[in-house]
């Protein structure tokens, strides 16, 4: 069985820093594209970073770069993100996702596997 669990989430203060892990089993992901995307109350699921297999490429959306970084290691099957500078506006629940594809993917829909979500809030 297949499962991604995320960890890492919790409440910090407007400038403060966390990092999310993401521990998958079940199959091999070494090879798969894998993902961040977060949801707040009342938005859509969107996009937030990925990264390739080889950890080659990366991607993120606009409102993150500089401030997030994607990271993974396959050894560990596990894939980061860490969080600085946050604000209040990156307040969502945040889900990882994986892709069976080697390419970078930035919609949600080409992912075939999520975790249950973690909650990230940011204090004004």
């Known amino acids: 069985q297949v499962q991604l669990v995320e960890s890492g989430g919790g409440l910090v203060q407007t400038g403060g820093s966390l990092r999310l892990s993401c521990a998958a089993s079940g199959r091999t992901f070494s090879s798969d594209t894998m993902g961040w995307f977060r949801q707040a109350p009342g938005k859509e699921r969107e996009f937030v970073a990925a990264i390739t297999w080889r950890g080659g490429a990366t991607s993120y959306t606009d409102s993150v770069k500089g401030r997030f970084t994607i990271s993974r290691d396959n050894a560990r099957n596990t894939v980061y993100l860490e969080m600085n500078s946050l604000k209040p506006e990156d307040t969502a629940v945040y889900y990882c996702?994986?892709?069976?594809?080697?390419?970078?993917?930035?919609?949600?829909?080409?992912?075939?596997?999520w975790g249950q979500g973690s909650q990230v809030t940011v204090s004004a």
């Open positions: 996702a994986a892709s069976s594809s080697s390419r970078m993917i930035v919609t949600s829909s080409l992912y075939n596997y």
